[in-house]
């Protein structure tokens, strides 16, 4: 990161990009696949909700991912990548959800894809569940409100272990479960209009979604003993907005709705201030005793995703101006994305403190990166996209990363958001781009799908190639 002093990144450091299956894999009914409840989000976690598929919703052809998988894991080997995350969907091995045995076409899809990682020599990193309940899930039990989501998820789970426990070591068992709190929908996949669903509804959505994902460790445990489990939280950092005492403890509680998910998945108990909250709010939760004991099966790292900061308050009037995805008011010190995400490199370096402090356990950052609007041009006759923004983001994240690392904290490894440009979670836009490869499409679903490296491509080979020597100080 300068001349004189050796990177800090590990050898061993696992450097790659995550993806989710339904933001780019397209084909959302070819063999034997069932609907999601993506197919029936056409704007995103913002929009309103559909009837069935609809022809504005960019991701039943996504990036065309389910044929093309060959040629993009081929992009991604050439900028030497060591690991790839990518998310199973649910529904094209078990297409309603509830059925006794697994769709064998939908499987052979997967191996297909390790076979692919394989041949490059990138490791596979599993996500289990990214926000891709089946739809018939949703409709028929109102997603994880109810208990039995439990059983057909480990029947999934257990399908996937005995099909790719030889193949996959790293697994994830949900993406950004804190989301249940805010999103159920996405998190959840509770059908009922978010305005109707009790916050008290809402924790037992994420109790249900625990148990699952503390049982799916202890299955993954059992069939496959060198397998690594992990949770994934969306890791965001409250500041007080001012130093007064009430704005710092407000700060504190916040942080509280993420540290939630991680203590109970780290230590396999409630904590404290969660029973006190619960009891206060008079939530009465579906608990049982098997429950609690299958909690104790706690997992072998802490992933996360990191896009941003936020800033809390005690003061109602300061609150009401809020913005941004988990709801926090805006820091005026920092810069926002076009989307109005705000950028701060320094606070990944202080939540992956937080976190190592808190649990010791090992952190993968398994999502980070600029979504932003890119223009196709030509260079030297060839068509790329020059994408300086998004390299001095991922270089001054990095940066801020290593120094975690010389901190002390363990890291595993780091796969930034859609290596690929794909199309996005909360919009379901194209034009929010995160790729270091360019797709031709557009929001109205043109484009002939054609994939462009753009600058920031050979930036990141050259970044995994020295082992991130190459990165430039913090500005
Ligand atoms: C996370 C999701 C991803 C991804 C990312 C970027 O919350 O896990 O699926 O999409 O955010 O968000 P967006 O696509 O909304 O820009």
């Known amino acids: 990161m300068n001349d004189t002093v050796p990177s800090p990144f590990p050898d061993t450091f696992l450097w790659g990009g995550a993806t989710a299956a339904n933001q780019l894999e397209g084909a959302y009914d070819q063999d034997g696949k069932g609907l999601s409840i993506q197919d029936i989000l056409p704007q995103g976690i913002v929009g309103p909700v559909a009837d069935g598929p609809t022809p504005d919703n960019l991701k039943l052809e996504g990036i065309d991912f389910y044929h093309r998988y060959a040629q993009d894991i081929a992009l991604f080997a050439e900028m030497g990548f060591k690991v790839f995350r990518f998310s199973i969907a649910w529904s094209r091995i078990f297409p309603r959800g509830d059925e006794e045995a697994p769709n064998e076409a939908g499987l052979a899809f997967y191996d297909r894809v390790l076979d692919e990682l394989e041949k490059h020599g990138i490791e596979p990193l599993v ?64 059908l009922t209009p978010k305005e109707q669903v009790s916050k008290g509804e809402r924790y037992q959505a994420a109790h249900y979604e625990l148990v699952a994902s503390a049982s799916a460790t202890r299955i993954a445990h059992e069939m496959m003993p060198d397998a690594k489990v992990g949770c994934m939280v969306i890791a965001a950092p409250f500041y007080p907005l001012t130093p007064a005492p009430a704005d710092v403890w407000a700060a504190k509680q916040t942080e509280r709705d993420t540290y939630f998910f991680g203590d109970i998945h780290v230590r396999g108990e409630y904590p404290g201030y969660a029973l006190r909250y619960l009891r206060e709010q008079g939530i009465e939760l579906d608990i049982t005793d098997a429950d609690r004991e299958i909690l104790t099966n706690t997992v072998d790292f802490v992933s996360f995703s990191y896009y941003m900061s936020f800033c809390e308050t005690a003061d109602p009037e300061q609150k009401a101006g809020q913005g941004n995805l988990l709801g926090g008011v805006p820091n005026p010190h920092l810069a926002s994305s076009e989307w109005g995400w ?134």
Do not use: C
Request: zero cysteines.
């Open 342 to 475: 705000q950028i701060d490199p320094v606070g990944l370096r202080i939540i992956a403190n937080d976190f190592w402090d808190r649990w010791q356990k090992p952190l993968f950052v398994v999502e980070n990166g600029l979504g932003a609007k890119d223009q196709l041009v030509e260079v030297d006759g060839v068509k790329t996209v020059v994408d300086d923004y998004r390299i001095a983001y991922m270089n001054d994240h990095l940066v801020q990363l290593g120094e975690a690392i010389a901190d002390g904290v363990e890291v595993l490894g780091y796969t930034m958001w859609g290596p690929i440009d794909l199309v996005s979670a909360s919009t379901a836009q194209l034009s929010k781009r995160y790729g270091f490869i360019y797709v031709d499409r557009n929001d109205d679903g043109s484009g002939t799908l054609e994939r462009y490296r753009k600058k920031s491509f050979a930036w990141y080979a050259e970044v995994i190639r020295t082992h991130g020597a190459s990165l430039r100080p913090a500005r």
């Open 127 to 190: 996500t289990i569940s990214h926000y891709e309940t089946p739809l018939h899930l949703a409709q028929t039990y109102d997603g994880w409100r109810s208990r039995e989501l439990i059983g057909f998820y480990e029947r999934y789970v257990r399908a996937l272990f005995a099909r790719y426990g030889t193949r996959v070591r790293y697994w994830l068992t949900f993406n950004e479960i804190n989301s249940t709190l805010h999103f159920p929908l996405m998190g959840a996949g509770v």
